[in-house]
Every structure is written in structure tokens, then in C-alpha cells.
């Protein structure tokens, strides 16, 4: 549920872009997009689907949508309101050729890809490989086996679209207004306590760049429809994995805390997978929603190298398994712009403080402070989230940054979406006593090569770690 759907002083989340701090402001482009020209929205009286199936720009993507008939129908719905991010042909990778390899080789094990209890549980592949897989289809004499295929491929085609789609129409202005949004896929095994999976939006205006996820460019913007808006994309978007999973994809970020969430068997905590059962069952094990303020491996080398040292020997797991456990907070997903509480929403919007920061240079269009419990019993964490309009003089429509900080450290990249949750990045170990050093950016600390937070880690923190 949007904040401000709650709170009438909370309005709208940020935008992110990498690798920048998360407080830098950061600008919609649509203004300056315009005047070179890059897309020019014009009115249309023909659907998505009509205008994309009159595009032989897209004519790959149309026969993957073709083999879907509940995606063929809302495209083509003139009652629809709808967003739709289309990639291109050129963004849909060719067969390669097999150089003597059996083809059998690179066919999908449908057996395993269709869905059963009739549910999307997993989604392996991204859309470039169905697409492929649709057009081998062609060239198969039509067979039990082929309608399987045409079967299992829908399924699985029909949910990674859902993730393309928005249920709402919003041009690329419209767009860059919040953080995240939740789009069509929801899924039926627990993941994000069966809330839409959402996607995030971050523009840049040095590059003049609109991101979705953070790797996927949009390349043409706000093509009009009667039933919405197409903003077309270099490549697919690939709904997220888990929270442990994502930062598996960044090793050069992450391997320090992936390694040690694993030595400490917390992996439970920020993962969510299934496991296979009798008679074909699938469950799943894990957890369906957390949010996880993911320290960087810089945050581990700043530590004191004794402590480091430390943390990662036999002696020091219990202290390395609290202190991760004061970064998840269980059972609530938080971005900056969405906030739902799998146990008890009320309960949290009651804990809420309104308030601006006291060293911002203006009053925010809005401010907020949470105290968010965590997987660390009797241990919580404090949020500030704010929004500002931003006062640089640049064509186009009003500026917007917000600032996120936990335990007054600045909070960046932020609002990356999870299959169960939302990610946030520190470049700070926190401090689990909770005392922070609320100048302590001010001295310039962030940027020194020792954390102050921990110098005086031996007095407290080998006593603490073994306290129940």
C-alpha cells in the first residue's frame, strides 16, 4: 500500500540511480528528452495490442504475447488504462548456431517448466529465451506434444508479462513521480505475502537515462494507445529473485555479506525457495517477506581489520549472526514510497512520527520517521525518509529527490525490488547499540578507511554476542 494512501504528509517515493548517493538529487529528464526529440507522444485511437501487432518493429514480442490469451485480452482491452513496456526485436536475442550440437539440447525441460496446482511458482527463464522457444514452434508438425508445449509456454510467457504491465496508465512524467510500482504478476506461492511484485523507476538527467530495475533502459517513450501508454525497453524485464539471490548477481558488492549469511545458517532469513516433495508436491521454504539493508563488502573492509578477523572465525559466529540479524527487518516489506506489514499494518503506522530533518538545507514536501523491529529480539532500527522539490532551475516539469537514512546513515541505492521484499544498500555496519553518532557525516567519517563506529568494538561486542 502507498504511504501516502495512508498519511496525508506522505506523498510519493524517490528515484535511485547507480552508483550515486542516495541523497544526491536526482531529475526526471522528460523535459530535456523532449527537446532532442527522443520520443514525441502522440493520440491514438488503436490499442496496445493493435499498435504493437502494426509494428513489425515488435512482430517477436507479438507472437510470444499470441500464445497467451489472458495477455492477449487485456492489450487489446479498449476498456483498459494500462502501462506496457514492449521490447523490440532488436532486443530479443537470435538462435545461435548449435555447431554440431544435438537440438535437443537447447530445448526448455517443459516437463518441469509447467506450472502445476495451476500457478506460476518459478519463474526460470527470462522472455528473449520463450521468444525463442515460441518460434521453434513453428517448425513443429502439430502434436500432443506441441499443444503441451504451447501450453507450458503461455503459462510461464503470461506471467513474466505481467511483470511488464502496470495496472494504471503512466507517461514517462507520471512515471518518474515515485520509486516502485506494483505490476500484474502476483504469485501463488507466498512471495511478498501475495502482493503484486513491484519494479522501480530511476532517471538520471547526467546521462539523460529512464531505468527500470536498474539495468533495463527505456529506449522510446510514451507511444499512445486508447487503452494506455507503451514505453519500449533495450531488453526484457526479469521479475527479481529472492533478496539472498539478488545480491548473488552482484559479487563485487555483496560477497561479504552473502558469505556471511551463509557461515551463520541465516540464510532462511533473506532467501525464499522450494524444495521438491512427494507425489510431485512443491513447497516452500524461506522467507515469503523481509526487507534486508544489505552492507556493502566495503562496509565489512571498513571495519577494524582485528574485528573483521574476528566475525569470521569459529569464535566470532554468534556475534556475526546478531549483527546480521539487526538488518532484517521480518514480515514487512519498506520502500520509500510502499510500506506492507504482513502481521499488523495498523500497528505500524501507529509507531510513525512525522518530522523534518534538522540539517536539511529546506522543509521537505514531506518527512517521515519509522521504528522498525528486527530479526534481532528487542532491537529495532530507525528510519527517515524525506522528499524534497528540487529548486535548479531546468525546462521541463518540477524536480524531486528524497533522502533515506537508517540509524543516520544515508541509505543508497535504495528501493531495489525482491521476490520477497525490498533491498536497501548501506556502505555502514550498524550499530546494534543503537547510540549512532548523529554529526558523524558531518567529520567526514564516511569516507575514512577505519569505521569510528567500531573502534571501541572489544569492550561491548564479544560480551554482547554471548548474552541471550
Not at 100 to 125: T, V
Request: hydrophobic share 40%.
Amino acid at each position: 500500500m502507498r504511504i501516502h494512501n495512508l498519511v496525508p504528509i506522505l506523498c510519493v517515493g524517490g528515484a535511485y540511480a547507480l552508483p550515486t548517493l542516495s541523497w544526491l538529487p536526482q531529475f526526471p529528464v522528460e523535459g530535456l528528452v523532449r527537446c532532442w526529440g527522443i520520443f514525441a507522444p502522440l493520440s491514438e485511437d488503436r490499442t496496445i495490442y493493435q499498435v504493437l501487432k502494426d509494428d513489425e518493429r515488435y512482430s517477436r514480442l507479438v507472437k510470444a504475447i499470441n500464445l497467451s490469451d489472458g495477455v492477449t485480452d487485456l492489450l487489446d482491452d479498449p476498456a483498459a488504462s494500462i502501462t506496457f513496456f514492449a521490447v523490440p526485436n532488436t532486443g530479443i536475442p537470435h538462435r545461435q548456431p548449435s555447431h554440431g550440437d544435438d537440438d535437443d539440447n537447447h530445448q526448455l525441460d517443459f516437463a518441469s517448466l509447467a506450472p502445476k496446482h495451476g500457478d506460476e511458482r518459478d519463474i526460470a527463464y527470462d522472455l528473449g529465451r520463450l521468444v525463442l522457444q515460441v518460434e521453434e514452434l513453428d517448425n513443429i508438425p502439430e502434436s500432443r506434444d506441441k499443444d503441451h508445449r504451447k501450453e507450458a509456454l503461455g503459462r510461464i510467457i503470461r506471467a513474466i508479462l505481467a511483470y511488464h504491465i502496470l495496472p494504471e496508465k503512466l507517461d514517462s512524467t507520471a512515471l518518474v513521480q515515485n520509486s516502485t510500482y506494483a505490476t500484474n504478476l502476483t504469485l501463488n506461492d507466498g512471495s511478498m505475502d501475495y502482493q503484486p511484485l513491484r519494479l522501480s523507476v530511476q532517471s538520471t538527467i547526467v546521462p539523460p537515462r529512464l531505468r527500470i530495475n536498474t539495468v533495463v533502459d527505456v529506449i522510446k517513450r510514451d507511444t499512445e494507445a486508447s487503452n494506455g501508454v507503451i514505453h519500449s525497453i533495450n531488453i526484457p524485464l526479469l521479475p527479481p529473485p529472492s533478496l539472498f539471490s539478488e545480491m548473488f548477481a552482484f559479487p563485487e558488492v555483496f560477497s561479504y555479506v552473502t558469505s556471511a549469511i551463509q557461515r551463520v545458517g541465516l540464510t532462511g532469513a533473506v532467501d525464499y525457495w522450494r524444495i521438491p516433495g512427494k507425489d510431485c508436491h512443491i513447497s516452500f521454504v524461506g522467507a515469503e517477506i523481509a526487507t534486508f539493508f544489505a552492507p556493502t563488502s566495503g562496509a565489512f573492509q571498513r571495519l577494524p581489520k582485528k574485528l573483521r578477523f574476528f566475525l569470521f572465525s569459529p569464535f566470532g559466529a554468534k556475534a556475526l549472526r546478531k549483527l546480521l540479524e539487526y538488518h532484517v527487518v521480518p514480515q514487512l516489506v519498506l520502500h520509500t514510497d510502499y510500506v506492507h506489514n504482513a502481521t499488523s499494518y495498523t500497528a505500524f503506522i501507529d509507531d510513525q512520527e512525522a518530522g523534518v530533518f534538522v540539517d536539511s538545507p529546506s522543509n521537505p514536501l514531506y518527512a517521515y520517521n519509522l521504528t522498525l523491529p528486527t530479526l534481532l529480539e528487542n532491537h529495532s532500527l530507525n528510519v527517515q525518509v524525506a522528499r524534497y522539490k528540487a529548486k535548479i532551475p531546468l525546462p521541463g516539469p518540477a524536480r524531486y529527490f528524497t533522502r533515506f537514512v537508517v540509524n543516520g546513515h544515508d541509505v543508497g541505492p535504495y528501493d531495489i525490488p525482491a521476490r520477497n521484499g525490498a533491498l536497501h544498500v548501506i556502505t555502514n555496519l550498524l550499530d546494534p547499540r543503537g547510540h549512532h553518532k548523529e554529526n558523524h557525516k558531518h567529520r567526514g567519517h564516511e569516507h575514512e578507511s577505519v569505521d569510528v563506529d567500531w573502534e571501541d568494538w572489544e569492550e561491548w561486542l564479544p560480551q554482547w554476542a554471548m548474552q541471550d
